[in-house]
């Protein structure tokens, strides 16, 4: 679609006050949300935690191992909240509920191929993370059961897609209220075996999930089949695939998955560096608690990406340059005063923090020290994120993929074994690295975002 100077009434009445409502009508639930989602990792790295420190290193390492996997759903739900997005603003309401049943179909098909090849690799992939066999004896089954129940993790992410794609953020919301508060209890049951519960220990927390998140899954697919108000689904149990909208669908979403595979399986290797470290359980404890505290002040990002996409592509489906332009801006500029207030309260209370999920003085030591780190590194990655979910409104996701492959493989991985290992800087030289390959993505990624094609890029 090529710009145009002439402004469309909606344009027109675009002003500051309306736009900052508009964003944040949609932003504030997703951010609640993805809080809320945040709270499922440190509901279990909080109950496995009187487990011991490996107990903690086996939720970390199995959760990056799913993260890996996971991601790839991303080249659904991405794909699925463009295109949605930009139909609802083109008022076409059909291919709206035509593209939510392709994504919720191709959801399935993806989560059954992931499942099975994940379930039989969970064991060798751990222990090519160089997992010690103390970590090995809770994270096997754990990442088995986890996997087993993935389809209902795919599904749970298309759903929100589709909600957020035509807007409605609330719905997601108040799924995700329901799914902790769900997980808190069945997790907490299973791990220590109270209220009848067999007592599984880490694997508990597995089964707790998969619980809640099925719960989740069925109270999205009845809104949405019983009607909602900006999208109708009409499930048809024979329904085919319709080959033309999800070519456009993967044509967005691949490289959004891609970036996802590739930047979480960095972060795999990361694990695997810190496993050769001078004391490998408290680094990987470290690294797994860093990542975990780490998204309480990176899931707004992930928020206002997903309110970006919505928006601009709501905009530019409606060919509302100007506003989309407007929109793509305050967004951004929205998001990282939010993420520079919530990495101010970390630096400020880093070491108090940790010591909620652990009274090991040599994790507590190690890890005050490496979030600190973190959260420098956070606030060029929260300007990479949300700048992505502008760009992908416009249905341009292909060059935060080649960032995260600079920035990740090219710069993270590299320095973090040259500088632990080879400069002898141990987990230090890890931290260094974080940071550098963080504050290059975030460059490269707003640079794209000035150069302005993303306008252009309307499937």
Not at 340 to 346: Q, R, T, W
Request: contains cysteine; hydrophobic residues 50%; positive net charge.
């Amino acid at each position: 679609m090529s710009e145009t100077s002439e402004s469309t009434p909606s344009e027109v009445q675009a002003t500051p006050a309306r736009i900052f409502r508009n964003v944040w009508t949609i932003a504030w639930p997703i951010v609640v949300a993805s809080l809320i989602d945040a709270n499922e990792g440190m509901v279990d790295i909080y109950l496995v935690g009187k487990l011991g420190p490996a107990a903690i290193s086996a939720i970390g390492m199995g959760r990056q191992i799913v993260f890996i996997f996971m991601v790839m759903a991303m080249s659904i739900t991405s794909g699925t909240r463009t295109l949605v997005a930009q139909f609802f603003g083109a008022e076409r309401h059909e291919d709206v509920g035509e593209t939510a049943q392709q994504a919720l179909l191709m959801g399935v098909c993806l989560a059954l191929v992931l499942g099975s090849i994940s379930f039989v690799l969970t064991r060798p992939a751990l222990i090519l993370l160089g997992a010690p066999d103390e970590v090995l004896q809770h994270a096997v089954p754990y990442l088995r059961l986890y996997f087993a129940g993935m389809v209902f993790m795919v599904l749970h992410y298309v759903m929100s897609a589709i909600f957020g794609g035509v807007g409605d953020t609330r719905t997601p919301l108040k799924i995700s209220i329901v799914v902790i508060i769900f997980k808190c209890f069945t997790s907490y049951g299973f791990v220590f075996g109270v209220w009848g519960f067999p007592e599984m220990g880490v694997a508990g927390a597995a089964v707790g999930t998969i619980i809640s998140r099925a719960l989740g899954c069925v109270i999205g697919f009845s809104i949405l089949t019983r009607g909602h108000s900006r999208v109708r689904l009409i499930w048809h149990w024979r329904m085919k695939p319709d080959w033309s909208i999800l070519r456009r669908m993967l044509v967005i979403g691949i490289p959004s998955g891609a970036s996802g595979f590739f930047r979480n399986g960095a972060r795999v290797f990361l694990y695997r560096v810190a496993a050769g470290t001078r004391q490998p359980t408290v680094a990987l404890a470290s690294l797994t608690m860093g990542f975990q505290i780490r998204l309480y002040t990176i899931l707004p990002a992930l928020a206002f990406s997903i309110a970006g996409t919505a928006l601009v592509g709501q905009r530019l489906g409606a060919r509302e340059v100007k506003a989309a332009e407007q929109y793509g801006a305050q967004t951004i500029r929205l998001c990282m005063l939010l993420v520079g207030m919530g990495s101010l309260v970390l630096w400020l209370f880093t070491e108090p923090i940790i010591s909620i999920f652990t009274n090991v003085e040599e994790v507590i030591g190690v890890g005050g020290f490496m979030l600190r780190f973190f959260i420098i590194a956070q606030i060029f990655s929260a300007l990479s994120i949300v700048v992505s979910g502008v760009l992908a409104g416009g249905g341009e996701t292909k060059p935060p993929l080649y960032y995260t492959l600079i920035s990740q493989w090219g710069i993270l991985l590299p320095f973090s074994y040259i500088l632990a290992y080879l400069a002898g800087w141990d987990v230090t030289g890890i931290w260094i690295a974080w940071l550098a390959g963080g504050a290059v993505e975030g460059m490269l990624t707003l640079r794209r975002y000035f150069k302005g094609t993303w306008k252009r890029t309307v499937v």
